[in-house]
């Protein structure tokens, strides 16, 4: 019943921007801390990004810090990405994951992710 609905990807030029959305539904959404994780062709999974229940503290790999923002709208059930000068080195297929509460970088549910191809 828990579903994790990726959307917003494709392919852009470095620099270029995109923004992901992830529709969530078969759960209280605003119950739960969200993260993006990505994973490019045979690498393992890299998290990018997390975002607490209300939204009020953001967090983010090295990687990425000052060129992504995480953000949600719980009346709307969605956590975005919003990406911003985008490298060839994220590429990847991009995933929302709910937290499981558990333990840090441990995810219960995971969408089955929305590409992103940066490229000249």
């Known amino acids: 019943e828990v579903q994790l609905v990726e959307s917003g990807g494709g392919t852009v030029q470095p620099g270029g921007s995109l923004r992901l959305s992830c529709a969530a539904s078969g759960f209280t959404f605003s119950s739960y801390d969200m993260s993006w994780v990505r994973q490019a062709p045979g690498k393992g999974p890299e998290w990018v990004s997390a975002i607490n229940t209300g939204g009020g503290s953001t967090y983010y790999a090295d990687s990425v810090k000052g060129r992504f923002t995480i953000s949600r709208d719980n009346a709307k059930n969605t956590v975005y990405l919003q990406m911003n000068s985008l490298k060839p080195e994220d590429t990847a297929l991009y995933h929302c994951?709910?937290?499981?509460?558990?333990?840090?970088?441990?995810?219960?549910?995971w969408g089955q992710g929305t590409q992103v191809t940066v490229s000249s």
């Open positions: 994951a709910r937290e499981s509460g558990l333990a840090t970088y441990d995810y219960d549910y």
